[in-house]
């Protein structure tokens, strides 16, 4: 991505991008073949880990953000790519649009996902309802993770960096990588940052079914919950609807852009101002 950005062939400055793949989706937000547009994308693996079965007792993780001494504390080390913010404008105008599609369901995905519909306190009452579009935060990891403790540490990482804003939805591996580049290039004056969308569909859950113990199932990705094709399916067809939109109305609205309102770009970097500035 970085070599095409940079290349002198192509003029990218009013280009939109569209970032979408599969993901696991959290029973909390949605259910298999969901599609969720997110305003923000945290990487979540750059930090501490201690092993689970010896952290403190109030610790809800063995992940510890950098340079903190407990899961809780904002950290005082970055790399600057931690958290990306997008154009929230795009991403409400992407969302509505997305929502004109008819998104595709499976019985062996509806069958798999009633298992979840047994949590006692219904709060998985999203995976009892048909795949929408919704908006929800990305987490971005090189480790695939699962099981309800990770994904509430997870949760709450990424609601710590934002200071409350992001609600993590989906895990994925490499939306930050591809943002990084993005940003890059908008430094550049290559590319227009706030002409991003990032939209993830549920491929699989970040945990399993309760009273069922991450890895009695097997692997998250391999057994025969229904959700892949649903979900490879669901993110095309719903990020067409934006794509035609945008072909439709480019000299009317999406040539000039649609101004951001809040801050995009890669909140991390700057630090004292990111959040604080942001409407």
Not at 10 to 19: E, G, H, N, Q, V
Not at 210 to 217: F, V, Y
């Amino acid at each position: 991505l970085s070599a095409l950005l940079s290349s002198p062939i192509f003029d990218l400055r009013t280009t939109y991008f569209i970032i979408a793949g599969i993901a696991g989706v959290n029973p909390e937000a949605g259910t298999l073949g969901t599609v969720a547009v997110a305003n923000f994308a945290v990487q979540v693996d750059l930090q501490y880990e201690f092993d689970s079965r010896e952290i403190p007792a109030d610790w809800v993780t063995g992940y510890v953000p950098l340079g903190a001494t407990h899961p809780s504390q904002y950290p005082s080390q970055f790399y600057g790519t931690e958290v990306f913010a997008l154009n929230d404008e795009l991403c409400k105008l992407a969302k509505a649009l997305a929502e004109k599609a008819t998104l595709r369901e499976s019985t062996s995905a509806a069958a798999y996902s009633a298992q979840y519909a047994k949590e006692p306190s219904d709060a998985f009452h999203a995976v009892t309802l048909p795949p929408s579009v919704i908006r929800g935060d990305v987490a971005s990891s090189d480790v695939f993770f699962h099981g309800p403790h990770i994904t509430r540490g997870v949760g709450a990482y990424c609601s710590l960096l934002t200071k409350g804003k992001a609600k993590y939805c989906m895990a994925a591996q490499e939306d930050n990588g591809t943002l990084a580049a993005l940003l890059r290039a908008a430094e550049g004056g290559k590319v227009d940052f706030s002409r991003v969308v990032l939209l993830r569909s549920g491929s699989n859950f970040d945990q399993p079914p309760p009273g069922k113990p991450s890895g009695t199932l097997g692997m998250p990705l391999h057994i025969a919950h229904g959700g892949i094709g649903i979900a490879l399916e669901n993110a095309c067809i719903a990020g067409l609807e934006v794509v035609k939109e945008i072909l439709s109305d480019w000299d009317g609205v999406f040539l000039a852009g649609i101004p951001p309102k809040s801050y995009i770009g890669c909140e991390l970097s700057r630090i004292g101002t990111a959040f604080e500035s942001a409407s």
